[in-house]
Every structure is written in C-alpha cells, then in structure tokens.
RNA sequence: GAUCGCGUAGCUCAGCUGGUAGAGCACCUGACUUUUAAUCAGGCGGUCUUGGGUUCGAAUCCCAACGCGAUCACCA
C-alpha cells in the first residue's frame, strides 16, 4: 500500500508527460523503450581519447574519405539542445561527459526524433564518428541513435545539480549521475581500498572473513544491535569488532591476517560516526605495537598516493602531509603539556578534573579521569594537520594491550590522529591468559550501566590464549575516516554509498 | 538524547514589519543544421512538511510533531 502512495505522489504532470511520450514512440515509431544488449561500447572519455584532428580536418574537404574513428556509445541524457533538423546532446557514464551531434540528414527519420524530443535522464545508444563541431567541441556525429531506457522520473536542476543533502543521500543514484564528483569520491574510495590490500597482500597477510553475527559482542566497548536467529532460537549480535575472532585465528597458527570489513555500533550518529563502518584490522605473529606503526604509516601513505600528491592533500582547512614522517608524542607526554599535570599524579589528576568539572572527580577510578582528562584538553591540542602517533596508552584503559615491562601502568599501544580524528589505533596484544582473564573480569564488575548487559566474559576466548597465542600486534584502522581525508570530505556519510537514514516509512504508516 | 538552524513547483531558489504565491531550469505547443546552462514566442505546474493556535486575514507570528543539517552528548 505504501507502494501504492508512492506511485501516486510520483505521477505528476512530468511523470505523465514522460509515460505519453514513451507510448506515442512505442505507437508511431516502434520504438521499444527499455533497451538490450550492446557489445562493444567504448566509455566515453575513451571515445573523446580517439578523437583524431588529422582525420577531421580531411573529411571536410570535398569528396575526402572519411577516415574518423568510429564508435559505440551509451549514456544518459544531461543536455540536450534541439535546433530544428540538428539536435545536440550531451550523455554522461562514469568516465565522463560527451557531445553526440543528431543531424536530421544522417540519421533515420525516426531514430532523428527520438533524437529530438529526448528527455534528460533518458539513456541512449548511439554509433558513428567521433568529430568535432565547428566551435570545436568533440563529438559523436550519430548515424545510429537509440533509446536503450526511457526515465519516467523528472531529473534534477541541471545546471545546479541535486544539492539537498537528504535526497542526495536517500536518492544516492539521483545523486551520482546529478554529481559526478560524488562517482570520483567512490570511485577513490574503491582505489583506496584496492591500494590497501595490494599492500597488506605484498607483506604476505593473508585476508579473512570472521563472523559478523556473533554470539557474544566483544573486542570494543560499544552497544552492539541485537537479533535472533529463529531455527537455532538463539541471540545473536551483530559484531562491535572481529578482534577476538582474529586472535584465535593467530592461536590457530596463522602467522598474518587482516579483514576488512563492516562493524556496527548502536551508538549515536555524527559526521564522524556511521552505525555501520568499515575496519581494517591485522594481526602480525612475533609482532609489536611498533610492527603496525611502521606499517600503518607506510599503508596510509601509499594509500595517499592513490589520490594525488601525498604531500598536501588538503582536508577542510588543513594541507595534510603524509609524505613526511609522522609524529609521534606519548600519551603522558601530552597530558602534561596539556594540564600541567602529571597524569600519574593521583591527587593532581582529581584536583584537575575538579577544576574542569569533570564528573566524578572524586570517585572515579583515577585512570578513567586521566582519560576524561585527556579526551578534553590534551587531544585538541594535537596538530590537526600533521599524522600524530600518541603512543604508550595507560593500561587501565587498554585491557586487551599489554602492560609496558617498565612500567605497568603504561601499555604498549598507540593510536594515531589525523584532523582531529582518531583513524587507527594498535597493540601489542596480550596473550597472558591469566592476566586477560583479570582484566576481563575487572572491567564487568566495573561497569553498571546498560552497557554491561551486552557484556559476557568470552570464555572460548580465554581458552584459546591458554592454547597459546604467539606475541602478536595488532591494528584497528578506520576505513571510512581514512577515505575522509583523501578525498577531503568532511562528512562520513559523503563517503558511505548509502548512509542510515532515519525510516520515513514509519511516520507515514503510523499516523 | 540536548541546543540552534532549515523545510515554498520535479529540481535550484526568491518571497521585507501578516494582506491570500514568484523566478530560472524541467515539462507541453511552435520556430531554428554547429549548439555549449542554446535562443525566441506562447502555455502548464503549489495541501507553502504535517497538525493545532493567534488574527478580519498566516508561507510569514506562536505551540507541537516529523524530516534534514550543524554543534554537543554517546562512541574505552
């Protein structure tokens, strides 16, 4: 039924006009609106490519061969421009934008007036030689010319193109042939992608596929979405992170592995945060958390080099630099530059917290504050344009990393800043059973919101580290947040094909 | 979840201190064989997101709901 009233809302004026149009054609000229198979097109930037001036310039002479190239083309109608017995038109695919020139003599009469009274949107097949006009735009000057799909729906504005962000996101395919930047945004972003597993293939990591449904959400302190899978009448989450399945993957004796692949978070919705994202995580037996330094930096710049010159890829105001290499700060470091205080400190650390009004000051667990602290002050302090490593996290809150020989209270992780963002984030992972189990346990007993109803210890995975797992590092990296900087989008979804948009079917179902 | 902003034709947008709706593109009819957001002439197109309220009168002011955006919160 809602079918039904889309329908209805659809068939305006335009939709009408354009369903008449397409039966009178099918009536007088026989023309079958929805098209079949083509062999043989050629994209169209490659057709602009073959564009030969020695061969133009000859054919304009009198009784000259014609020596053009000759091509196949299909793409749908941005422009058009009719002018009595010569229609121009412009057709776009995902390689660019071309002219086609309809002369009403080179065309057969009936194929020259769908030519003439084509729709924008409507998508066509033409054939013949790739010229030029007299003002020297190149083209296809059509000597076959086809509908290979009629487009009921009315395009939008087509000079300003579809810029209202709801529709661009609800309607992603309006979106995409409205604005071909957003097709170069993914266009990259598959590059992107593509750069990423030719370089962890190159250093022998093997890719994997662990479950996305899992019984237990563990790996990462988020809400995870619940369902229920009906024959085994079982719970099921939807997984927060792979980690602890990549794990037993290591205890199983693969030496590298890596996914990549979506996670899903029931946490709120920002520029900076999908419910659904993409992660890459590896995993490097006889690894550290210096192993996936190296090889994340190296990683993002080869991805930068994907997109342009990895010495300035520019992101809002920022000219990021990711030829150089990259900062590096401890974690303390920072904090004290930031507060003044050292963040072992206990007292200084409360009495700080107290003067910012953090909550708690006075009964949270003195290393929560540290972090509070941190998130608050020391973070922005970070030079947004340059990659910053913050490196030797406290141990309280990393309960999967482990604990720093030196100094237990400090671990060996990092996570690495770009323009304010957090993009990867890394261990040298801890494979003390016995110390694992611990932390486990304080962190449940320490927890008493609703969160900690999602929380269950994962035994199986205490086992396997009693099995034994070989030391290890380990690397979460941000795919999406990645993709925002090469391709300087400052908003998540503008590099999600089909970001979570709140349900319009239920207002109107439900009233 | 909180605060602020926005919601007008298919699209892009005007619409002032309240007086009952406008443009461009698209669409329809016609002219035009070298256009480039083609041009020219004529025409069609609106539950001003929705529901209440104030008022003689509301696109405009007030309240609420819905959607989108920004900021914040949440996201170790």
Redesign the pocket.
């Known amino acids: 039924m809602t079918e039904q009233k889309v329908q209805q809302q659809d068939e305006?004026?335009?939709v009408a006009?354009r369903r008449a149009?397409m039966d009178r054609w099918a009536e007088d000229l026989g023309v079958y609106p929805w098209g079949h198979r083509e062999d043989g097109l050629t994209s169209l930037a490659d057709a602009k490519a073959m564009f030969d001036q020695a061969a133009h310039d000859a054919q304009r002479e009198e009784g000259a061969e014609d020596t053009r190239p000759r091509v196949k083309v299909a793409g749908r109608c941005i422009?058009?421009?009719?002018?009595?017995?010569?229609t121009?038109l412009v057709i776009r695919d995902d390689s660019g934008d071309l002219?086609i020139?309809c002369?009403?003599?080179a065309l057969p009469e009936e194929q020259f007036k769908v030519a003439k009274?084509l729709?924008?949107g409507d998508i066509i097949v033409a054939e013949g030689a790739v010229g030029a006009?007299?003002?020297?735009?190149i083209?296809v000057w059509a000597d076959r010319f086809e509908l290979a799909c009629k487009s009921l729906v009315?395009?939008?504005?087509?000079?300003?193109g579809?810029?209202?962000?709801?529709?661009r996101?609800r309607q992603r395919y309006m979106d995409m042939y409205s604005n071909p930047e957003t097709i170069e945004t993914f266009r990259m972003r598959s590059n992107i992608v593509s750069s990423i597993r030719a370089f962890m293939d190159a250093q022998q990591y093997l890719e994997v596929e662990t479950p996305m449904m899992q019984p237990l959400a563990g790996g990462?302190?988020?809400r995870p979405f619940q369902t229920h899978h009906n024959a085994l009448d079982m719970s099921l989450f939807l997984r927060i992170a792979p980690e602890l399945y990549l794990k037993r993957l290591l205890v199983g004796g693969m030496r590298k592995v890596y996914e990549i692949n979506r996670n899903f978070?029931n946490?709120?919705v920002?520029?900076r945060?999908n419910p659904e994202f993409t992660m890459l995580e590896a995993y490097q037996a006889f690894g550290d958390c210096e192993t996936m330094l190296t090889l994340t930096e190296e990683m993002i710049r080869e991805s930068a080099k994907v997109v342009g010159d990895p010495a300035a890829i520019s992101f809002g105001e920022h000219a990021i630099d990711y030829s150089k290499p990259f900062e590096r700060i401890s974690y303390g470091v920072l904090f004290e530059n930031a507060t003044g205080v050292s963040m072992s400190d206990e007292s200084a650390v409360r009495a700080k917290a107290a003067e910012l009004h953090i909550a708690g000051a006075d009964k949270r667990n003195h290393w929560l504050l540290v972090?509070d602290l941190f998130e608050e002050v020391a973070e922005g302090s970070i030079d947004p344009s340059r990659p910053t490593f913050v490196t030797d996290f406290p141990s309280a809150?990393s309960?999967?990393t482990r604990p720093q020989k030196d100094d237990a209270t400090l671990s060996y992780r990092w996570e690495l800043f770009i323009a304010d963002m957090e993009i990867a984030n890394a261990y040298t992972e801890l494979n003390d059973p016995d110390l694992q189990l611990q932390l486990f346990t304080e962190?449940l007993e320490g927890e008493d919101d609703e969160v900690a109803a999602f929380r269950t210890l994962d035994e199986d995975f205490i086992h396997a580290l009693r099995v034994g797992m070989p030391p290890a590092g380990g690397l979460g990296l941000g795919i999406d947040r990645l993709v925002m900087l090469l391709t300087g989008n400052e908003?998540i979804?503008d590099v999600i094909l089909f970001p979570l948009?709140?349900s319009?079917e239920t207002?109107s179902d439900d009233s």
């Open positions: 305006s004026q335009l006009a149009k422009q058009h421009r009719a002018m009595g017995k010569l121009f002219q020139s002369s009403k003599a009274k729709d924008y006009t007299q003002k020297g735009e083209c009315p395009p939008p504005e087509k000079f300003h579809l810029s209202d962000t709801e529709l996101y990462a302190a988020a978070r946490e709120g920002s520029r945060h972090a809150i309960p999967l962190q908003s979804r948009m709140r319009q207002q």
